[in-house]
Structure formats: C-alpha cells, structure tokens
C-alpha cells in the first residue's frame, strides 16, 4: 500500500517538497504519496488530525505554522524543543512526533557540500527570528569558534545569545556593532531578501568572510547576496541545499532509508552569478 506525506503551509504554492520527496522515493524505491496542502488559518490542528486520520504517516510543516505544529505535538525531540518549532512531524497510532531538521539540513548543506567546516569558524548570522533559532544549535554542536548574533531590534538577538550560552560561545549585537569584527562565514537568516531588501549589514563585516549565504532560496542574487559579491566573497549560496537536506533527514527519519541529494541540489541550482 501506498504510504502516506504531505507538506503543509499557507500560502504552499510555491512548495518544492513534493517534488524533492518524490525523487528521493523514486530514486530508493519506496512507494510514497507525498501532496501539498493548504493549511487553514484557523483551523491548523484540524487540518493535521484529518490527514492522520486519512492514514497520513507524516508531514513537513512550513510557515507559518511551525510554532503550531510543535504546540500540536504529543512528543517533542530535542532538537525541535530547544528550537522552539518543528518542520517535520511523524504519526504513530495516537503519537504526534516533533522533530527539527531545518539545522542539521543547513550544517549538512555548509559542510559536506560547500565544504567549509564549522568547526573552529567565526560565524556571523543576520537576523533572530524563526528561521534562524531553528538553525543554531547544529552550527553550536560543530563548535566554532565564535557565533556573532546581529538583529535589527537588537532584544531579539540578546534573548536569542542567553538562551543559547551554554551550549557555545554566542555573542549580540547591532548591525552598527559589526564594523570592526572580521568573519569567516555569514549567514543571512533574516527575511529581508523575501521582500528585497537588505539588512543593514556594513560591508566591511562581509570583507574576510569566504562564504556568504541566503537562507532563502530561489530568488536568485538577493541584495544580502550581491552586498557579499560585491564584498569579494568568493563564494555564494542560497537555501536550496538547506532545503534538500532537511528534506533528506525528514525521508530518513520517516523511511529508514538515505536517500542521495547531490542530483536533486543540482537540478534545482540556479546559478547565482
Ligand atoms: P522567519 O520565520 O522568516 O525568521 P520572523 O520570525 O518574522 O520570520 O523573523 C524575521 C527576521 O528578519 C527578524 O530577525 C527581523 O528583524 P526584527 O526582529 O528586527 O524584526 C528580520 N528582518 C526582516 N526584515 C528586515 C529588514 N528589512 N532588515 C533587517 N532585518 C529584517
């Protein structure tokens, strides 16, 4: 029988998933149905009981729903909890399961296919909202040398900092503060490049940094990423390898099966340059 997974969002138009889980079960065999749905806006919950109820074995969550699908959960793993939000949930009889591979996916994504190690780096990342608490704690885990917070309400980044103390070197500050500090890698997280904007990043902070990268994807050389190319740095990315790889660890956590994610990567790549 065919098994059941869905991605649901609002608006979900836009989705990869279904096509990114539908190569991966194509390319290891497993005999999956993976839709998109729309969720309500008012009546998340429901939407995620009738597709379980359906038969439904498990679902990505997108926004804006991340917070309310970890609400949903009847048990959290320790990743989703220490972020806060969950993008993937797993449905075993009455068990809603949370988990949160949006971190492993972009430390996967830096290391083993740009090839820059976290280990030992200075890190600089844009931005304290959703998308980058999720984030955090897989860079932590690979202890780089210093992890820089810089958020336009400047709060947001300090909570973010004291929260996440123990378990690195973790530091504050405003977009002002970053003129003087040198970085090896930048991470923009913040969702300026959704309406084209740039966060007030000084280029300076960008001028030592050897890879420069977009949580974002797909909206091709964003302003955060021609600031860093016009920076000198020599290499950009954008989240499409975030996102196949998250996308992996939900397939292997649902399937027990790896699938590979260098073809999928590269047929999506849109060339930034
Ligand atoms: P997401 O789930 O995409 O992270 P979010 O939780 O609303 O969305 O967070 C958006 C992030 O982008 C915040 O860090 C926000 O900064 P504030 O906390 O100061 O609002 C940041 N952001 C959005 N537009 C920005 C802009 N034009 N310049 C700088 N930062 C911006």
Known sequence: MTDKYAVIGNPIGHTKSPMIHGSFAKDTGQDIDYVAIEGSLEHFADDVHAFRKAGGLGMNVTAPFKLQAFALATERLERAELAGATNALKFEGDRIIADNFDGVGLTNDIQRNLGFALKGARMLVLGAGGAVRGALLPFLAQQPELLV???RTESKASDLATQLGAHGRVHSCS???LARERFDIVINGTSASLKAELPPVPAVALRNAKLAYELAYGKGLTPFLRLAHNAGVPKLADGVGMLVEQ???????????RPDTRAVIDRMTIPLV
């Open 247 to 257: 996308a992996a660890e939900a397939f292997v956590w649902w399937r027990g099966v």
């Open 175 to 177: 977009y002002g503060d």
């Open 149 to 151: 917070l810089a958020n």
